[in-house]
């Protein structure tokens, strides 16, 4: 394969792997105008749909989780109707599709769209068939996350929904919101229900919280996965020579190949960084933990699976070959079935990268 950088042509081609987006994250500006006017919501900052992403985009990036948090009351708030959900998660889909995302496990909490009095089951159902219908006829995959918020108390409750829902398109569990504050075994019951049922789940751990959060979401509730986790760098000390030493817990992730489901663009928003070039994601690949590239939001961070591609390789001259190290980590840490996520491997994504590789 290439050592050269790919062009910009060579990584929007590239096949894709998403694990870490949230759909009331990711809406179209166009839409959010227009489902506002068809629902009533009347507390938008404006209803251009060029100053409403710009304006997304400066109230994301305030170096804050928690202020990040707060643009989601827009998004959210146009997501109320059966129909709004349907056409956002329709529209998530076609996105994604046509930035060459082959595979995508998208999140949300369900417990955030029943305030005009859908159920929780009513609202999987128009979100699971937008995803259907969005993705129908590409080559897309995409599943379902659904997630509690931390600093609420229906975590048992979405824990139990989501594995009623596991034939019908969802793949697993989570928990996000504010994490300070808010530790994830608080919600051991969600959790522990979940194994029970041999199902899966991630945990946002990591990202505005340090290693007790990541500790407390493996340790003690079992996470397969790490959403964020960048802040495990805080157990990595880098010597005088340049050699990394690495405490217990980052020696546990990275033996045990726990999933990180990194975002870079987004930990710059929120503040867990200064610049792209200081963020940890080289440093954890260098140092071989099981790293995955991912959006988090993409309206907020104005990011996609090819911007943030082309970023690492702007950043850190990362060649086709590692956005294929990637993109195969992340199909190895999906929640897919194994044969599954297999056949995309080798008949999808390493395919595809080598044709990217030898195309003049």
Not at 3 to 31: C, F, M, N, W, Y
Not at 80 to 103: F, I, M, S
Not at 233 to 250: N, P, R
Not at 318 to 323: G, M
Request: charged share 25%; with cysteine; hydrophobic share 40%.
């Amino acid at each position: 394969m290439q050592a050269s950088l790919p062009t910009p042509d060579q990584i929007a081609a590239a096949p894709k792997v998403l694990l870490h987006d949230h759909l009331d994250g990711g809406l179209r500006p166009e839409t959010v105008i227009e489902l506002a006017g068809e629902t009533g919501y009347a507390d938008l900052p404006t209803t251009d749909p060029v100053e409403l992403a710009a304006w997304m985009r400066r109230g994301a990036d305030r170096k804050d989780l928690v202020l990040y948090l707060e643009t989601f009351a827009h998004t959210v708030g146009v997501m109320q109707t059966p129909d709004a959900l349907h056409r956002v998660a329709r529209e998530c889909a076609e996105d994604l599709a046509a930035d060459g995302v082959v595979y995508a496990e998208i999140r949300f909490a369900p417990e955030l769209h029943t305030e005009q009095g859908l159920s929780m089951d009513d609202v999987l159902e128009a979100v699971t068939s937008g995803f259907a219908d969005g993705s129908a006829g590409t080559p897309l995959t995409i599943r379902t996350l659904c997630s509690a918020m931390r600093h609420l108390n229906k975590s048992l409750e979405v824990s139990q929904l989501a594995v009623r829902w596991r034939d019908r398109g969802v793949v697993g569990f989570d928990i996000a919101g504010p994490e300070k504050g808010f530790p994830p075994d608080d919600h051991m019951l969600a959790f522990q229900y979940a194994q029970r049922e041999n199902f899966h789940f991630t945990i946002h751990a990591g990202e505005a919280y340090g290693p007790p959060s990541i500790w407390k979401a493996l340790q003690w509730c079992s996470a397969e996965r790490l959403g964020h986790g960048v802040r495990i760098v805080d157990d990595i000390t880098i010597d005088e020579d340049g050699t990394a030493t690495m405490g217990l817990l980052a020696h546990y992730i990275r033996d045990r190949r726990i999933p990180l489901e990194v975002c870079p663009s987004s930990n710059l928003h929120t503040g867990v960084v200064d610049t792209l070039a200081d963020h940890p994601i080289k440093l954890f690949k260098d140092l071989q933990f099981r790293v995955t590239l991912n959006t988090d939001n993409r309206l907020m961070s104005d990011v996609s699976m090819t911007s943030e591609m082309q970023n690492m390789v702007d950043t850190f001259g990362w060649d086709l070959l590692d956005l294929r190290w990637l993109t195969v980590n992340a199909m190895k840490s999906a929640f897919l079935p194994f044969d599954e996520r297999l056949a995309l491997i080798n008949e999808v994504i390493k395919p595809r990268y080598a044709e990217l590789a030898t195309a003049t």
